[in-house]
Nanobody
Framework: QVQLVESGGGLVQAGGSLRLSCAAS????????MGWFRQAPGKEREFVAA????????NYAEAVKGRFTISRDNAKNTVYLQMSSLKPEDTAVYYC?????????????????WGQGTQVTVSS
């Protein structure tokens, strides 16, 4: 069984930064891809970013390219999402997810475990 616990969300002004963390337990963390997704009120969940087990390859949604950075520290079983130049449209609940597989995916259905989410609110 895998447990994922996100932290680091909060309220920030537009143009500001936040770093989200997701701590994992229960599996060999470094073997699996990790992703971040978000869901705004009244909208469907959407892909944000993903990183392979080694951390060497990443993928981003177009909406966050150049502003967000995904990284991982396998020694700490933790994946991060550094968010900069935040915009009000980034407001959402952010979820981390673990994929029991090697390759990246932007499809939520391909992820096997999910955290409980952390709220990010960007004020204008």
């Amino acid at each position: 069984q895998v447990q994922l616990v996100e932290s680091g969300g909060g309220l920030v002004q537009a143009g500001g930064s936040l770093r989200l963390s997701c701590a994992a337990s229960g599996r060999t963390f470094s073997s699996y891809a990790m992703g971040w997704f978000r869901q705004a009120p009244g909208k469907e969940r959407e892909f944000v970013a993903a990183v392979i087990g080694s951390g060497g390859i990443t993928n981003y949604a177009e909406a966050v390219k150049g502003r967000f950075t995904i990284s991982r520290d396998n020694a700490k079983n933790t994946v991060y999402l550094q968010m900069s130049s935040l915009k009000p449209e980034d407001t959402a609940v952010y979820y981390c997810a673990l994929r029991v597989g090697t390759y990246l995916s932007s499809q939520g259905g391909r992820y096997d475990y999910w955290g409980q989410g952390t709220q990010v609110t960007v004020s204008s």
